[in-house]
């Protein structure tokens, strides 16, 4: 049984599937935790969890053109210059119910941590001399894909393996991490230990765990994870046979798009409202491009009128990152209900720097993939 030594997990996971472990922070954790702590942070396995020796384990990397190079994790650890990061990861699949009703999930397949460990672009600064790699001008002619695109594939343990373009990770502003720790703990089994791969603002997808093998190449991964999961099916795709995944009309998902959610109240609660007769709301918000979320508005009168919600100040440190901002922000706002509503709809929607904002409804897509419509909560009042 290839499943008989999983992690112990936390019982306060919302289990989505069981083999391979697919699970959910909990409302109360993401309503309160502004670090959500990693044994309360939602997993996301495609296969059974590794369990790597740590002292043993060399990571690879693969500048193209037969360049290579190994890393013990002390070495990463100790004698390579470390970074800090602040960042969400978010699954592709977050909020998936609320765009295909038979996929399996809620709000909860997000958190949001502080990582250390090194830059992959300082990694790939290390490369080691020699002939030309598969990565580079040859003939006059520049490397890389149809696009000119190049790509850093990167393999799992457990033998996932995605790509992500090449400029994300060469990009200062990028921000890309190879990961040994979380919120200030080395990385537990679950989230990828020994080493993981962060891409912030990427989908969950892209930031590999029990990270083994980094490779530049001209192409995407073949993996079936790269080439058949992580892309979006337009709306018109129903069945998995009516897609030919080479079609161009079939685009892999990178960065995620502007998010938020109403983590309190709840779908069919029944809300107390205050003397003022409002009630209070919480949630998180998050950019995905690293932009700063400026205001998240809600709405109990299906967007006639908004109110802005407080965002909640960051704790100390501050981001490190010079002006991105890959962590997500929480939020608390006490919106007025219409005098005499015994049911309302509460509905918000988060505004980040550049203006980006959240569509009102989601196109269909067969994995309910990027979902990130502006959310809406029914509940019944009582005054
Ligand atoms: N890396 C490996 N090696 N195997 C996996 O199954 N799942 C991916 C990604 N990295 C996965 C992986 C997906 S889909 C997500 S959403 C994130 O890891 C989840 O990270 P977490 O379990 O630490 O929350
Ligand atoms: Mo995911």
């Given amino acids: 049984d290839p499943y008989d030594d999983e992690p112990e997990r936390d019982g306060r996971l919302g289990v989505l599937g069981a083999r391979p472990f697919d699970s959910e922070t909990a409302r109360e954790v993401l309503a309160t935790a502004f670090w959500t702590p990693q044994h309360l942070f939602y997993v996301r396995n495609h296969l059974p969890a590794p369990r790597i020796d740590e002292d043993e384990h060399r990571l690879t990397l693969d500048w193209g053109g037969g360049r290579r190079r190994s890393f013990s994790v002390r070495e990463l650890r100790e004698e390579l210059p470390q970074a800090t990061l602040h960042a969400t990861l978010q699954c592709t699949g977050n909020r998936c119910d609320e765009v295909e009703p038979s996929a399996a999930g809620g709000i909860g397949q997000i958190g949001n941590a502080w990582w250390e460990g090194v830059r992959v672009r300082d990694l790939l600064a290390l490369r080691p001399p020699g002939e030309g790699g598969d990565g580079e001008a040859r003939d006059g002619k520049p490397g890389g894909d149809a696009a000119g695109t190049l790509h850093l594939h990167a393999t799992g343990c457990d033998g996932y393996e995605v790509s992500i373009p090449l400029e994300k990770v060469l990009d200062a502003r990028g921000d890309v991490l190879l990961a040994h720790s979380m919120n200030g703990e080395p990385l537990s089994r679950d989230h990828g230990a020994p080493l993981r791969l962060l891409a912030p603002g990427f989908v969950g997808a892209r930031s590999v765990k029990w990270l083994q093998h980094l ?33 161009g009309d079939v685009p892999p998902v990178y960065e995620f798009p502007v998010q938020s959610a109403i983590v309190s109240p709840a779908a069919g609660d029944v809300v107390t409202l205050g003397d003022d007769g409002a009630l209070e709301a919480r949630g998180y918000a998050v950019s995905g ?89 029914a509940v019944s009042v009582e005054r």
């Avoid at 005098?339 to 988060?350: D, H, I, N, Q, S």
Wanted: charged share 25%.
């Fill in 215 to 247: 490779a530049v190449r001209p192409e995407e991964s073949g993996s079936v994870w790269q080439k058949r999961y992580y892309r979006m099916f337009p709306p018109w795709v129903r069945d998995l046979c009516d897609i030919d995944y080479d079609d």
């Fill in 289 to 377: 491009a690293g932009q700063r979320i400026v205001s998240v508005r809600l709405s109990t009168d299906g967007g006639e009128s908004w109110r802005n919600a407080t965002l909640l100040g960051l704790p100390p440190p501050a981001p490190p990152e010079h002006g991105r901002n890959w962590s997500w922000v929480l939020w608390r706002a006490r919106v007025p209900v219409p005098p005499g509503a015994r049911e309302v709809t509460l509905c918000c929607k988060a505004i980040d720097s550049a203006y980006n904002t959240q569509p009102e409804r989601a196109d269909y897509n067969l994995r309910g993939y990027l979902s990130n419509a502006s959310p809406k909560v």
